[in-house]
């Protein structure tokens, strides 16, 4: 049994199991590397978990979309599910290489759904930016869009490589102003480029 108090002179591992809870899916007790909505998932639980609200969000879009009230409640699911999906994201060394394309898929995925959702918010997810690779080997300006936004950070297109820590300043073409980002991961697809997740690092509300 785990104690429910936690003494700061014991070794503290009931310390540590109770700030990072296990999987809420039963009989697993892997670390939990995400929330959707308020339950938590170990990496694999949190794919699966995932998936499932994607499908059933997709399954239902036309018809949950079809009133300006239901797309403001798609749009706030979308956004709240892209903010969650982000946020476990910046955790991927707990995911597998397997898993990590996995959640960029289902970043995409949020992001083609949201381009379905009449754009009436004040937050656009397609937004074009303007990259460049920070450092003392700093790269060519690129001229891209970003594919989701959360609070967190985006998913852009770059035909640059990156390495994950690698920073950026990215610059938005319709406003002009420039954050600082770091890159979380990136996923090869040579058609399209790279999909690239970052993480912005000195704006709150960025894409606002
Ligand atoms: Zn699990």
Redesign the pocket.
Known sequence: MLSSVCDPFALSESCEVRLAPR?S?PN?E?KIAGFLLAAA??P??FVAACNVKMNGLAKHFRTSCSTEAGQRKMRAELGQMADQVYAASLWCELFSGYERIRVLEILERLGLLFSKVRRSERIANVIDVQVVKDGPASGQPENTRTEVVSRHGATLRSSQNFRRGDFVNIQRLDMGSTARARVVWQYQRAAEGALTAVEIINKLDFWA
Do not use: E
Request: hydrophobic residues 10%.
């Open positions: 999987c899916v697993c892997r998932y170990c694999t639980h």
